[in-house]
């Protein structure tokens, strides 16, 4: 999972709380319609920055790879020329 990902993945979070806060919905389904758009602010943002860029963003990537790969290059950091 890249930055952007997680980026998306934490704006339709916080986009679903904000809509959940200000429709106050009342039960399950009302719920669920509230999840849906969260998710959409997120898709259409995804959708944008693909357009702008030519990019896909979702990548094959999960989570734990990407955080293995960080704690790998900070456990083995690269020597600089001259080392």
Known sequence: MTNTELILNMLAEASTKDI???????DFEENKKVAKQGGNVAKVARLELEAKTGNKVITSLN????????????????KKKGE
């Open 20 to 26: 959940s806060a200000a429709t106050n919905p009342k």
């Open 63 to 78: 989570a734990k790879d990407t955080f293995k790969a960080l704690t790998e290059e900070k456990n083995n950091p690269k």
